[in-house]
């Protein structure tokens, strides 16, 4: 298991350099200053050539290039070309909790709803409360997130009074955020638990189970729950990684000062070292995502074996 | 055996759960209610739509919220009534130019205090000014001193100093220019002009701007505590020279949405809405019985227009762009898009502007006359277009979408093209960014900060007017030296004359009120001469 670890993890550096390359030779391309953005409506060409000049935005990419990976070799991921004199990684470090904290409030949501409204739904097939929370499934899934959270905003701070509207500064600020953000996740756990245990259910071996008198719910947890959430679990596993790198909407909505922010600001401003530095951070989240969940399917079914 | 791993995992998600609850609630819960006054402690909470950044007023040229409460300038800009302002002593309680307007001598107060408890010295306004000019700061702001003798050496790294700036003793700064520049003073009053401390700002290095504890102003705040993207909160500086300000906190919040920021003003979670994020809000608080008297409104120094690309034809010929001058009913775009809180625009420069010209004849809605105009010139089927603007701009798109169709009407087809922020401005400033329509407002009351702005050679093509009138440009650059004021006002209003009425190189559109609405709490609340969003907060009061 070391082994296949530790090859996992090595074969995640190239990917890691090349999409480095990709983003920081793309963002040469397409149109775009950051000179020129940082003063817009206020632009002056001779300070504009000068400043670029100062910051060796003039050289050639491909040098620009190596600077900033040697850099980046030795943890110094470079400062923001807009926020002046503020580190990447200091930004990114600083952002990363925010985007932690809703992010597992979002995930123990999403789990405590939509595993239990899945298992429900597949049991209690056709009924009312299996529509009902299919619905509920479909209305999470297709509800834009700035809808939700316009209309929870209005509903819960507006109207009663309970909640902050936006802001980030304690337990009750995250409770809006995490509800909008596990919604559409939940809602998707939900249909997939469903649909695969119903799919498990039907097989032959849960028809012993209950052939040999098992009661219903020593069936569906002992026998059909575990063999149907492997494709659960791998949805959940992406989930989380996805989760981590950002929730630019819902950070935006509820003014949080999270990880998909700053890389929103970043492609808005061209600013390629912060660009860069959330890029890399997301994508080893996003390798370790995957691999926390191929560790977890070993771990569910001791049929696979990671050599 | 098997259920052992359905349990694992529950136990798992029960860990997690544990684990998220607990980090949640590790935040402390600092947060307060806008206003509102624990311990007696008086708090003004507003709302930014983004992060400034930095409070290095060097380092941006538009984040001035935090560097007009926290610094101060030799020269201020007061505002004496809506839409007017009055240069007065700020830290230099006097001046002197000399005769030829090339040498101005700063007498400063005495006992003025920076944050850090350093007594303002005249070197600190050298450090200062030389820091701005220094390659190494990167500053984007060196338009406002760049007419110091010296300066250009400065910057392009060939000089140790500049030469134009001079101690005379601890309270006296002598500052020589290149040339004479009659809106010297007014450009020292800009946010550009803050002083700051040489010993802090030395020893704060990189961290100055960016940590609260390493940035020093003498200004009537401090900045104490700044979480990015989330909030800067400000507090009182209770040594300051013009005495202690009446609110002990301002918090700035960051919140992008301007949805949220009304609903945050209405749970009373914020005390301040600033309408420019959500105009389309206006009629519903001037309707309001609840808000209708708490709204706060002033001129703005500012126009709105559309820039014409010259170097796209047709618009090389002046008869057409003298047709779209004519195409436009401005009276309709103010009562219909912004609810009448404008008037119409006849020239470049604003009302409250000194040296603007109110006598300009103004350019009527004539479509018949834009008609014939085309047809003068050759299209009388009229032609294909492009108004290009960013993307995710309503209110642009707004007064586009209607000026697109006055502009069907004469039988120009106008395309939209909505671009990415970025593409827009890096085309913008090759010189080839089609017809645009945006504002501008006064950082100082010069004309030259309206008129050499956009019409000087090289801004011309980074503002894509592509306008080039030998005379005018020369004329610009004869006004900059002028010492006599109504001279050079008259110059610049017949430089104005002939930009908009004979070459038709700016089409006017009109002059926007700005409007903010206040918690009831809030007292004393004006809007800035210039009508920017980033203000002092120096003289608001907070009832008790």
Not at chain 2, 137 to 147: G, I, S
Not at chain 2, 350 to 365: E, H, K, Q, S, T
Request: proline residues 5%; hydrophobic residues 45%.
């Amino acid at each position: 298991m070391i082994g296949y670890v530790l090859k996992r993890i090595l074969t995640s550096i190239p990917v890691i350099i090349g999409i480095t390359v990709i983003t920081f030779f793309l963002l040469n391309v397409v149109p775009g200053d950051p000179v020129v953005l940082m003063m817009k409506e206020h632009i002056s060409p001779d300070v504009v050539e000068r400043v670029k000049a100062e910051m060796h935005l003039n050289d050639p990419v491909y040098l620009r290039y190596i600077k900033y990976m040697w850099g980046a070799l030795h943890g110094d991921l470079g400062t923001s070309y807009k926020l002046k004199n503020r580190k990447v990684l200091d930004l990114i470090i600083d952002a990363f909790p925010n985007t932690l904290k809703l992010s597992l409030a979002a995930v123990l949501i999403a789990w405590a709803v939509g595993i239990p409204a899945g298992i429900v739904s597949a049991i209690k097939q056709y009924s009312f409360i299996d529509n009902f929370f299919m619905g509920f499934a479909l209305l999470g899934v297709s509800m834009p997130v700035f809808w939700s959270a316009l209309i929870m905003q209005y509903i819960f701070s507006m109207k009663l009074g309970l909640l902050p509207v936006s802001g980030f500064a304690g337990p009750k600020y995250i409770i809006m955020p995490a509800i909008v953000l596990g919604w559409s996740s939940a809602a998707s756990i939900a249909r997939l638990t469903r649909s695969s245990l119903l799919e498990v259910i039907r097989a032959d071996y849960i028809r012993t189970a209950r052939a040999k008198g098992l009661k219903e719910w020593q069936v569906v947890f002992h026998h059909a729950l575990k063999n149907s959430m492997l494709p659960v679990v791998t949805i959940m596993a992406i989930q989380i990684a996805s989760l981590l790198s950002g929730a630019v909407i819902t950070e935006s909505v509820f003014g949080i000062p999270g990880i998909g922010r700053l890389s929103v600001n970043a492609i808005q401003n061209r600013d390629m070292p912060l660009l860069q530095g959330t890029l890399i951070f997301t994508v080893v989240l996003v390798i370790l995502g995957n691999l926390v969940a191929d560790i977890a399917y070993s771990y569910l079914d001791p049929r696979i074996k990671y050599e | 055996m098997k259920s052992r791993y359905v349990k694992k995992i529950f136990v798992l998600m029960t860990v997690l759960s544990l684990v998220a609850s607990l980090l949640a609630g590790c935040s402390s819960g600092s947060s307060k209610q806008a206003g509102s006054q624990q311990g007696g402690e008086k708090t003004l909470t507003i709302a930014l739509t983004t992060d400034p950044g930095t409070a290095d007023v060097q380092l941006t040229t538009d984040a001035y919220f935090i560097p007009l409460n926290i610094y101060d300038r030799l020269v201020e800009a007061v505002t004496t009534a809506p839409g007017k302002s009055e240069l007065k002593p700020g830290l230099a309680e006097r001046w002197d130019i000399s005769s030829d307007g090339k040498v101005y001598t700063f007498h400063l107060r005495k006992g003025v205090k920076f944050h850090n408890g350093e007594e303002l010295k005249a070197d600190d306004v050298l450090y200062t000014f030389d820091r701005m000019l220094d390659p190494k700061t990167k500053a984007l702001n060196t338009d406002f001193l760049d007419m110091i003798a010296g300066a250009k050496d400065r910057m392009e790294g060939k000089a140790d100093s500049t030469s134009g700036l001079k101690v005379i003793d601890d309270y006296t700064i002598q500052i020589t220019l290149t040339e004479p520049f009659a809106p010297f003073l007014a450009c020292l009053a800009t946010p550009a002009g803050s002083i700051y401390n040489r010993k802090a700002t030395e020893a704060a290095g990189t961290d100055f701007g960016v940590k609260p504890e390493a940035t020093v102003g003498t200004g009537p705040f401090k900045l104490s505590g700044w979480t990015f993207n989330s909030e800067v909160v400000l507090t009182a500086n209770k040594d300051y020279f013009l005495g202690k300000p009446d609110i002990d906190k301002i918090v700035a919040k960051v919140v992008p949405d301007a949805d949220t920021q009304r609903m945050m003003f209405e749970n009373g979670e914020l005390d301040v809405f600033d309408c420019d994020n959500a105009l389309s809000q206006i009629p519903y608080f001037t309707k309001s019985d609840k808000w209708k008297n708490q709204i706060v409104s002033g001129p703005r120094v500012g126009t709105y227009y559309y820039a014409i690309n010259e170097s796209i034809k047709p618009f090389d010929d002046v008869r057409v762009r003298k047709a779209i001058q004519y195409s436009i009913d401005r009276q309709l775009l103010i009562d219909r898009l912004y609810y009448g809180i404008g008037t119409v625009a006849k020239g470049i420069m604003a009302p409250g502007l000194a040296g603007y010209n109110p006598d300009l004849p103004g350019i009527p809605y004539d479509p018949a006359k834009a008609k014939e105009l085309l047809k003068e010139a050759g299209y009388p089927n009229g032609f294909n277009m492009t108004i290009a603007q960013i993307t995710d701009r309503p209110n642009t798109l707004k007064i586009n979408e209607a000026v697109q169709a006055m502009l069907n009407d004469v039988g120009i087809k106008a395309e939209i093209n909505q671009m990415d922020e970025a593409a827009y401005f890096a085309t913008r400033k090759e010189g080839k960014l089609p017809m645009y329509q945006a504002d501008w407002s006064a950082d100082f009351n010069d004309p030259d900060n309206f008129i050499y702005t956009f019409f000087a050679p090289r801004n011309s093509v980074a503002r894509s007017f592509n306008y080039a009138n030998a005379q005018v440009q020369a004329d610009l650059e004869k006004a900059r030296v002028m010492t006599n004021m109504d001279e050079r006002y008259k110059l610049y209003q017949e430089i104005e004359k002939k930009i908009v009425y004979d070459d038709a190189a700016w089409v006017p559109l009109f002059h926007l009120n700005h409007l903010f609405v206040v918690q009831p709490k809030v007292k004393n609340f004006k809007v800035s001469w210039n009508g920017w969003s980033n203000m002092p907060y120096y003289e608001v009061k907070i009832e008790q």
